[in-house]
């Protein structure tokens, strides 16, 4: 049964420390998505990547955050430096695209972040 | 721009009860992918159902069906003899598509809060 994994589940940090989130996609997908949920907000996109490249991080607070994609099986989201703002559930999720199929994304389990 | 509109933004039920979910959706697209997810307590977001615009047939899968009317813009979520087990943060979501072609950009409605009691 394959999953998005995401690590770590939940993190806990002091403001001005770097954090780092990480996203295995699912073997074969090639559209990789990071999104922030928050009581006040809902659900966010911060950024998303198609075959690695990103193709839009418009959500993404740039002068603090960041995404990369090394390698296929691999995705990152860098804070640096946190906020207690940045507290937040973080999701990755996973897709295929463009194209028949395309759309439905398959979401990890989500950081849990707290900045102090 | 698109929009999607969950307007109850909590629904308490006894459990047995039917319950549905409301969607309506906005964009300019004329095809375009909606679908349901559902995010129970522990947090992850589940996919539970996909639907492109051409295809307004009601979709049934268990206790949960589906109801897409593209005259009324809405795609409601029923929920046939509700369980604990159904309580959860239901979301809606629509699809951008650049001519007929999905890139997979999902915009979410603010979610529907469902507690079903014993």
């Known amino acids: 049964d394959a999953r998005v994994t995401q690590t770590p589940r939940h993190k806990v940090t002091e403001m001005g420390q770097e954090v780092t989130m990480r996203c295995q996609p699912i073997?074969?997908?090639?559209?990789v998505f990071w999104y922030r949920q928050t009581m006040m907000q809902g659900l966010e996109l911060l950024a998303y990547?198609?075959?690695?490249?990103?193709?839009?991080d418009s959500g993404m607070p740039k002068d603090r955050f960041s995404a990369e994609m090394p390698d296929a099986t691999l995705a990152t989201l860098k804070i640096q430096p946190s906020e207690p703002r940045d507290s937040a559930v973080y999701f990755c999720?996973?897709?295929?695209?463009?194209?028949?199929?395309?759309?439905?994304?398959?979401f990890g389990p989500g950081t849990r972040l707290t900045v102090l | 721009a698109q929009k999607v509109t969950q307007a109850q933004t909590e629904i308490s039920v006894v459990e047995k009860e039917d319950v549905t979910l409301d969607c309506v959706y906005e964009t300019r697209d004329t095809t375009y992918y909606l679908f349901w997810y559902k995010q129970p307590p522990s947090g992850e977001l589940v996919f539970l159902i996909r639907?492109?615009?051409?295809?307004?047939q009601n979709e049934i899968s268990g206790r949960y069906s589906w109801n897409f009317q593209k005259s009324t813009s809405s795609f409601n979520f029923t929920i046939t003899a509700s369980q604990v087990v159904d309580s959860a943060v239901y979301f809606c979501?629509?699809?951008?598509?650049?001519?007929?072609?999905?890139?997979?950009?999902?915009?979410f409605g603010q979610g529907t809060i469902l507690t079903v009691h014993p």
């Open positions: 073997l074969g997908h090639n559209t």
């Open positions: 639907r492109n615009s051409f295809d307004e």
């Open positions: 979501a629509l699809s951008e598509t650049a001519g007929g072609t999905s890139y997979g950009k999902l915009t």
């Open positions: 990547f198609r075959n690695r490249a990103p193709l839009d």
């Open positions: 999720a996973s897709g295929l695209g463009p194209g028949q199929g395309a759309g439905t994304q398959y």
